[in-house]
């Protein structure tokens, strides 16, 4: 790495290594790709990024990104970081939907370590994918996704771009309304993932909440969201959770999926469906994709080349090395096998560990509370109903870290820790208001 130091505009210095060039030598550096930010003094910051280029700065006293404050953590990511700095010994990592062990330990799928034992034993490059992504994991995604047999992939009606995991397609999907349906406001569910508004915020794109939970029943809130979506103006986009939806865990039945698929027909409205959490648990390998359902080859075609025009000036062209990983688990028989009953192990674990969580608390909640709505919840996640104070105390008494609208993440529980875990929400629930 090469720095550039400057105590004053008269004096400027390169350090490499050990080397300090001064003077003119300094400024005869060249090939670099550099960007340049002015100061207040008239000195600049410069830049470069990538592998192989140096970064090149000139200090100066005072800067103009003294007046950036700084950002408030990360509502979900957050979570982990004041976890690590906890220092006792009966802490419980809630807060982030990642599967663990019985160990509480991250775990990797066997049959994703023996995908990648085959890509490293077939040599695989390290070439730059096109912007749409690797071939093989469109085609396995959306097949996934829709069925292989599904009319609209054998008509070619499904445009289909890798993006940077869940978040970074969703992303891409924004800004993709944003230039075509500008103005068109999508309904988001209330509540729904933190990072929802967000994204669909920083690409301009403006939102409204249809209801959704109903924090009497601890249930969804059918009635009330057929209610918003058929006041929706003609031709909005809902954004609808495919399953296990995130943070409630609480989906609607297949008869009522029936009404809202008539409903947003009749209304002329846009499903945006947002499906996480696939688990092959990629998490570091930010790996998804966009998956646009249209009614011609014709405009399929089109619209994946304005969805790559997107991606260009965004991130240019995704990894590849968990696409891979994807397309050799999904794409080959055996191996998807393998794969499915892993993850009927995970979910089999997750299954036990509610039940037990729900055991406990109607074991030692003796006013005769209701708790079955963590049975009947689905996924990775239970919704408490716990509020922000009660959340706080969780964390702050009981040393469980968990997202401030009451969600708990049971992938990163386990059997020993249920009866911990009851204590500590039946004395937030009852003691905190």
């Known amino acids: ?15 490499i290594g050990q080397e300090v060039i001064r003077g003119n030598a300094a400024q005869k550096f060249s090939g ?9 003094n ?7 990024q990538g592998k192989s280029r140096a970064v090149m700065s000139v200090a100066t006293d005072v800067s103009r990104f003294e007046s950036v404050s700084m950002a408030p953590a990360d509502p979900i990511l957050g979570v982990s970081e004041a976890f690590k700095k906890d220092n006792s010994d009966k802490k419980l990592n809630l807060g982030v939907g990642a599967y663990r062990t019985e160990e509480l330990q991250p775990y990797v799928l066997e049959v994703v370590k023996k995908a990648e034992k085959k890509m490293l034993e077939g040599g695989d490059n390290k070439e730059y994918l096109p912007i749409e992504g690797l071939a093989a994991f469109n085609k396995v995604t959306a097949e996934l996704l829709l069925g292989a047999d599904n009319a609209a992939i054998k008509e070619n009606r499904v445009a289909t771009v890798q993006g940077l995991s869940g978040t970074g397609s969703l992303r891409l999907g924004a800004a993709f309304l944003q230039r075509y349906f ?7 569910s209330s509540p729904t993932w933190g990072n929802h508004k967000n994204i669909f915020n920083d690409a301009g794109v403006p939102w409204k909440e249809y209801r959704y939970f109903d924090p009497k029943t601890v249930g969804l809130d059918f009635e009330g969201m057929i209610e918003d979506i058929q006041n929706a103006p003609e031709g909005s986009i809902i954004l609808l959770h495919g399953c296990a939806h995130n943070p409630t865990g ?10 809202i698929a008539d409903l947003i027909q009749s209304k002329n409205h846009m499903a945006f469906f947002d499906v996480a959490y696939q688990n092959l648990g990629l998490y570091a390998e930010r790996v998804g994709a966009i998956n646009a359902i249209v009614s011609s080859s ?13 991606a260009r000036p965004m991130y240019s062209n995704p990894p590849v090395h968990g696409a891979r990983i994807v397309a050799n688990v999904v794409g080959d028989s055996t191996m998807f096998d393998e794969w499915r009953a892993e993850m009927q192990m995970m979910a089999g674990r997750i ?7 729900y055991d406990e608390l109607s074991s030692k909640d003796k006013s005769g509370k209701d708790w079955s709505f963590v049975l009947k919840q689905i996924g990775m996640f239970s919704f408490t109903g716990l509020n922000k104070a009660q959340s706080d105390n969780m964390t702050d008494k009981w040393h469980v870290y968990m997202t401030k609208d009451g969600r708990i993440s ?6 020993a820790k249920c009866a911990y875990l009851a204590d500590a929400i039946i004395d937030s629930f009852y003691n905190v208001q």
């Open 42 to 48: 008239g000195n600049i910051t410069l830049c470069s």
């Open 250 to 259: 609480i989906d609607p039945t297949p008869e009522q999926w029936e009404k």
């Open 298 to 310: 014709d405009v399929a075609v089109r619209v994946k080349s304005q969805l790559k025009r997107l």
């Open 351 to 357: 299954k036990a560990v509610r039940q037990n969580l």
């Open 410 to 415: 049971l992938a990163g529980l386990n059997l």
């Open 182 to 188: 500008p103005g068109t406001t999508v309904y988001i």
């Open 1 to 15: 790495m090469v720095t550039a130091m400057a105590s004053s505009a008269a004096s400027a210095a390169l350090v």
């Open 32 to 40: 670099l790709r550099i960007a340049a930010f002015p100061q207040k």
